[in-house]
Antibody, heavy 122, light 108 residues
Framework: QLQLQESGPGLLKPAETLSLTCVVSGGSINNSPYSWGWIRQPPGKGPEFIGTISYSGTTYYSPSLKSRVTMSVDMSKNHFSLKLRSVTAADTAVYYCARPQGDSSWGWFDPWGQGTLVIVSS | SSELTQDPAVSVALGQAVRITCQGD??????ASWYQQKPGQAPQLVMY???NRPSGIPDRFSGSSSGNIASLTITEVQAVDEADYYCCSRDSSGNLWVFGGGTKLTVL
């Protein structure tokens, strides 16, 4: 059974770069045509899509975050990563990694990691 | 960009049925998926596609879609169903995703 686990610093200062990793277990990250995704959820709010990356490295980022986001895949370590530059307090959220599934007419995210809280504060 | 709109809160009596709705233009082209989230937990997929339940989700949960509205129906609601429910779909480009603001379900 595929499982995802996020890891990374929980506390950042404004203007720093958020770096998170999602380790994939129970399956290979380079299975075609899998993609991998990041979603965040600010405290008390709904989830917000950040982006996805395919096994081949094709990325799709939320327009609101596109200028600050980079995603990558490391097949040798069976994990994928998120970098978010120039963070502010507005980036404080629980960050989830998840696997998008489905095709052109439908889609869903499953499984999800347990999430990791990232707080941005001076 | 696309938006998905949900009622912020819905309440239902124990044992009754409840329908949670999600409205948005992207739903004319893409099926919604639905997630249940309890405090301190990650969202859990409860419905996807036309009316597909993941393994382990009881058949009290069902999904439907008409026009730009997707619905999640829970029959014979139990106390354990009290949670936040979020809808999600691809956006109009098909490459990005959008989530609804969530519906807090209270079981009376």
């Amino acid at each position: 059974q595929l499982q995802l686990q996020e890891s990374g610093p929980g506390l950042l200062k404004p203007a720093e770069t958020l770096s998170l990793t999602c380790v994939v277990s129970g399956g290979s990250i380079n299975n075609s045509p899998y993609s991998w995704g990041w979603i965040r959820q600010p405290p008390g709010k709904g989830p917000e899509f950040i982006g996805t990356i395919s096994y081949s490295g094709t990325t799709y980022y939320s327009p609101s975050l596109k200028s600050r986001v980079t995603m990558s895949v490391d097949m040798s370590k069976n994990h994928f990563s998120l970098k978010l530059r120039s963070v502010t307090a507005a980036d404080t959220a629980v960050y989830y990694c998840a696997r998008p599934q489905g095709d052109s007419s439908w889609g869903w995210f499953d499984p999800w990691g347990q999430g990791t809280l990232v707080i941005v504060s001076s | 960009s696309s938006e998905l709109t949900q009622d912020p809160a819905v309440s239902v009596a124990l044992g009754q049925a409840v329908r949670i709705t999600c409205q948005g233009d992207s739903l004319r082209s893409y099926y919604a998926s639905w997630y249940q989230q309890k405090p301190g937990q990650a969202p859990q997929l409860v419905m996807y596609g036309k009316d597909n339940r993941p393994s382990g989700i009881p058949d009290r949960f069902s999904g439907s879609s008409s026009g730009n509205i997707a619905s999640l129906t829970i029959t014979e609601v139990q106390a354990v169903d009290e949670a936040d429910y979020y809808c999600c779909s691809r956006d109009s480009s098909g490459n990005l995703w959008v989530f609804g603001g969530g519906t807090k379900l209270t079981v009376l």
